[in-house]
C-alpha cells in the first residue's frame, strides 16, 4: 500500500490538549496515512483565526488534499472563519454540545477553560501532592513511607516502573511509588524485606528479555547489564517471584503507558482521585 500524505490541525482557545487526544485517537484507526501535524492553541481572536485559516488554505494546496481540523474552539465566530478555509473541520464541541443541552434543558457556558479551573482545585492540589510522592519515592527512595502509597510498582531495572508511576500521579492523582529488583534480591531468592509489610499494594511489571535487552542497550550499550542472557536471567527470576509471592503483574512489552496504568487501576480496584 502507497503511503498517503495528509496534514492535521489541532485547533483550541486553550491549551489543545483535548482536541489533539482524541483526534489522535481516531486518526490511529487509519492505516497506509503519514501525518504531518499542526498544533495551534490559544486561537482566541479574528485576527489569529484569519492566519490560521490562511496556513490552511497554503497546506491544502502545497499537498493538493485539504487538511483535516479537530477544533475545541467555544468562539462561534471564530470557528466560522475556520470553516471558510480549504479543509474538513471536525469540531467535538460543535457535536456533543447541543444534544447535551437538549437533554439537560439547559444551554451550556461556552467558556473557555472550564475543565481547569477553579472548581477543581482540591483536585490540582491532589494531582501536585501525589506528584511529589512519586518524584519522592521514584526507585526505592524513602521506603519506610512505602505504607502511605496508594500502590508500589516493582520490577527489574527499565521496567517502565517510573514513567507509570508519574502517568498515575499527574493523571489519576495516585501516589505511586517504586521499587526496583536487583541482581541481589536474585541471590536472596525472596521478596526484599522492605516490601514484605506492603504486599497489598505490589504490582509488578515486566516485559520480553528482547524488550529489555533493547532497551538497556540504550542505556548502557553492549555491557553485561544490558545483555540478552543476563536480561533473560533477570525476567527468568521476577516472574517467578511474582508467582511465588502470588503478587499481581503485568507484561507491558506491547502497551502503552496510558492502557499500562488503567490496567492497574482495574486490576487493584484503585479509582481515579481527580476531579471527583
Given at each position: 500500500?502507497t503511503q498517503?500524505?495528509?496534514t492535521?490541525?489541532y485547533?483550541s ?8 487526544t482524541?483526534?489522535?485517537s ?6 497506509g496515512?503519514?501525518?504531518e ?6 486561537l482566541?481572536?479574528?485576527g ?6 490562511a ?8 499537498d ?11 468562539q462561534?465566530?471564530i470557528?466560522?472563519?475556520?470553516k ?19 437533554e ?11 475543565s ?23 526507585d ?17 531495572s ?8 508519574l ?6 492523582g495516585?501516589?505511586a ?14 521478596l ?11 504490582f ?7 524488550q ?17 542472557v543476563?536480561?533473560q ?9 511474582f508467582r ?5 503483574h ?11 496504568s ?8 484503585l479509582k481515579?482521585q481527580l476531579y471527583?
Amino acid at each position: 500500500m502507497t503511503q498517503q500524505k495528509r496534514t492535521v490541525f489541532y485547533l483550541s482557545d486553550r491549551t489543545g490538549i483535548t482536541a489533539e487526544t482524541l483526534g489522535h485517537s481516531l486518526l490511529t484507526q487509519f492505516d497506509g496515512i503519514e501525518w504531518e501535524t499542526v498544533n495551534v492553541p490559544f486561537l482566541d481572536d479574528r485576527g489569529k483565526a484569519n492566519e490560521i485559516a490562511a496556513q490552511i488554505d497554503r497546506t491544502a494546496e502545497r499537498d493538493g488534499l485539504r487538511p483535516l481540523v479537530f477544533s475545541t474552539l467555544q468562539q462561534p465566530e471564530i470557528l466560522e472563519v475556520i470553516k471558510q478555509a480549504n479543509c474538513r473541520v471536525y469540531d467535538f464541541f460543535e457535536t456533543f454540545t447541543r444534544p447535551v443541552e437538549e437533554e439537560l434543558h439547559r444551554p451550556s457556558a461556552r467558556k473557555a477553560g472550564r475543565s481547569h479551573g477553579l472548581q477543581h482545585r482540591l483536585s490540582y492540589f491532589k494531582r501536585i501532592d501525589a506528584i511529589n510522592y512519586v518524584l519522592a519515592h521514584d526507585d526505592g527512595v524513602n521506603p519506610k513511607h512505602f505504607s502511605q502509597a496508594d500502590l508500589i510498582l516493582i520490577g527489574v531495572s527499565r521496567s517502565g516502573k517510573t514513567p507509570t508511576c508519574l502517568y498515575l500521579g499527574l493523571q489519576y492523582g495516585i501516589a505511586a511509588a517504586n521499587y526496583p529488583l536487583t541482581p541481589d534480591d536474585m541471590t536472596a531468592l525472596q521478596l526484599p524485606s522492605v516490601l514484605e509489610n506492603v504486599r497489598s499494594k505490589l504490582f509488578g511489571l515486566t516485559l520480553t528479555p528482547e524488550q529489555l535487552h533493547f532497551i538497556r542497550q540504550q542505556r548502557r550499550p553492549n555491557s553485561e547489564y544490558a545483555s540478552l542472557v543476563q536480561c533473560q536471567r533477570e525476567i527468568r527470576w521476577q516472574e517467578s517471584l511474582f508467582r511465588q509471592c502470588n503478587i499481581a503483574h503485568l507484561d507491558a512489552t506491547r502497551i502503552s503507558i496510558e492502557e499500562i496504568s488503567a490496567i492497574i487501576l482495574n486490576r487493584c480496584g484503585l479509582k481515579r482521585q481527580l476531579y471527583g
